[in-house]
């Protein structure tokens, strides 16, 4: 359940990026913008499973990257490896923070 509602987040705010108002507000800052998102993927996909934290890791990174092969097809947008490091940048400093702060959540 909890994956669930991960996913639907997730797309709704893949959705809502999209929008040409939306996309005004964060492009001068969109390398925070993917870091950001991608930090929070990260522990939001910690909080749904019990995964560990490289399927973690490489779960957020292959949708980061899928994020940027669907650039190829939308019109105005455009796929960047500069991006994706962001995204691996935002992955990163979530594990390490996770790490650094040594407990999981409890289980519900």
Do not use: N
């Not at 490289?54 to 105005?76: D, I, K, N, R, Y």
Request: glycine content about 8%.
């Amino acid at each position: 359940m909890r994956l669930a509602l991960v996913g639907l987040a997730i797309w709704m705010g893949y959705e809502a990026a999209q929008w040409p108002s939306m996309r005004a507000f964060y492009s001068a800052e969109d390398k925070w913008a993917h870091g950001a998102a991608f930090f929070a993927v990260w522990f939001a996909l910690r909080w749904a499973t019990a995964w560990r934290p490289v399927t973690l890791a490489l779960a957020s990174a292959a949708l980061g990257g899928a994020v940027e092969v669907h650039q190829m097809f939308l019109p105005g947008f455009s796929p960047s490896w500069a991006d994706w490091c962001a995204d691996l940048l935002g992955i990163s400093l979530a594990w390490a923070l996770a790490a650094a702060c040594g407990r999981r959540p409890a289980p519900v």
